[in-house]
């Protein structure tokens, strides 16, 4: 996938350079062998756990990078950023340690423990500004704001020092690497972690194959790859908030076209089934995008196989909250739950003959309602059933069929599925 073509480049002297900047924020995170993944792909399998950065995710490394770059006088306007929640933690606490007044611009939609985390990081020195439904509304507002009002902007991704900095994470682990590496999977927000990574894994260890990991809601970088130049996606699903953007950089774009060998998209679902996994298995605790990488190995379990991977964990900024929602994304994914509208006669005995004649031994109702029509034969309900094997959803249906039950599906129609549940 890598272009013939020139393209900008990120200097080794500079990355070291920002590894020695960043001694005073960021800690050097472990390269750490995952055993139960080892196991499950055959293969030697390490986690880069920037999950346990500072702010929790690699984005401190950029924002220091590029502030620590600024002139007094720049840093004498003020700094002004747009996030969907990691790039504002660390920008944030860039601001507190250089005594930078500095504005954050973040979607609405941001969960709430990452704006917590940016005030409190921040202290006195930001502000943080809610505002639209995705990052892009918000860097549209932080742009304008930095263009009237003459304040610095720290771009999360787009931005030679910002890549500098996100290039670190590759220095570390061919650092603490004690053999050759294969694989390094990175997830792909708007780029700059994987351009920086890439820059600097092409330059000292050129065999090791670089792949780039996106939701497959948000293919921003995919699609660019495709049509041979940044594209902006019309519309985006943004539950992998760390990682939903609907334009790359134009720089980052440039640079990774040289350095990703591959792009891998994963359902939303699939990464969702990864974070349960994750901790489940390993007792870590990722967010959507930081559970990217690992959930794009079975797309690649056979190239993997015998060989040495990373997986970076980009960030652990999840929000408690989400937990229900992650769940059952993870249930609707794997083939487990099932949403109906089913018609049942308006007479005594109808639901319990749907419970004996319907559900098999191990499917369980996880979700009912109904509301009695007047003077109607029948009454619609919505009904959820959660199954035990993904194989038991279609004897589910030959029973319904078998015992004429007027039903509807609701999983595959989208619209209507997320109106109801």
């Not at 055959?42 to 920037?50: A, D, F, I, M, V």
């Not at 092409?202 to 939701?215: A, F, M, Q």
């Not at 640079?255 to 990864?274: F, N």
Request: glycine share 8%; hydrophobic share 40%; net charge negative.
């Amino acid at each position: 996938m890598p272009s013939t073509i020139a393209a900008p480049t990120i200097s080794v002297e500079n990355i070291y350079k920002a590894k020695v900047l960043l001694r005073e924020v960021a800690i050097h995170t472990p390269l750490m062998v995952n055993h139960h993944l080892s196991e499950m792909f055959q293969c030697q399998l390490y986690l880069k756990r920037e999950d346990m950065q500072v702010v929790r995710s690699y984005k401190i490394r950029g924002a220091y990078n590029k502030m620590a770059g600024l002139s007094p006088e720049e840093c004498s306007r003020g700094v002004v950023c747009a996030s969907a929640g990691n790039h504002a933690q660390g920008f944030a606490l860039a601001c507190q340690k250089m005594q930078i007044v500095g504005k954050v611009y973040m979607p609405a939609v941001t969960p709430q423990q990452k704006i917590r985390k940016v005030k409190h990081f921040g202290k006195e020195w930001v502000e943080v500004i809610l505002t639209g439904d995705t990052f892009d509304d918000a860097y549209h507002e932080a742009r304008q704001d930095a263009q009237k009002n003459g304040l610095i902007f720290i771009h999360p991704f787009d931005d030679e020092r910002i890549i500098e900095g996100q290039a670190t994470v590759g220095l570390e682990i061919l650092e603490d690497s004690k053999k050759q590496l294969d694989y390094v999977f990175v997830a792909i927000g708007g780029g700059g972690l994987i351009s920086g990574l890439g820059s600097y894994f092409k330059r000292l260890s050129p065999k090791t194959k670089i792949i780039g990991v996106e939701p497959a809601g948000a293919p921003a970088m995919y699609e660019s790859f495709k049509a041979g130049e940044p594209v902006t996606l019309h519309q985006i699903d943004s539950f992998v908030d760390g990682a939903a953007v609907r334009r790359v950089g134009d720089l980052t774009f440039k640079i990774a076209q040289q350095v990703v060998d591959d792009i891998v998209l994963v359902p939303e679902g699939k990464v969702c089934s990864t974070i349960l996994q994750l901790y489940n298995e390993d007792g870590i605790v990722v967010e959507p995008a930081g559970a990217l990488t690992v959930a794009a190995l079975d797309a690649y379990k056979e190239q993997i196989k015998g060989k040495q991977v990373v997986c970076v964990l980009s960030g652990s900024n999840n929000d408690i909250t989400r937990t229900e929602e992650i769940r059952e994304r993870s249930l609707l994914y794997e083939g487990l739950k099932h949403y109906f509208l089913i018609r049942f006669p308006q007479r005594a005995g109808a639901l319990r003959e749907f419970l004996n004649n319907i559900l098999g031994p191990n499917d369980d109702i996880t979700h009912f309602e109904y509301t009695k029509k007047h003077n109607r034969e029948s009454g619609p309900a919505m009904v959820g059933i959660q199954v035990e094997k993904r194989e038991d959803y279609e004897a589910l249906l030959q029973r319904m069929d078998a015992h004429n039950i007027n039903y509807q599906t609701l999983n595959d129609s989208r619209m209507l599925f997320e109106l109801l549940v």
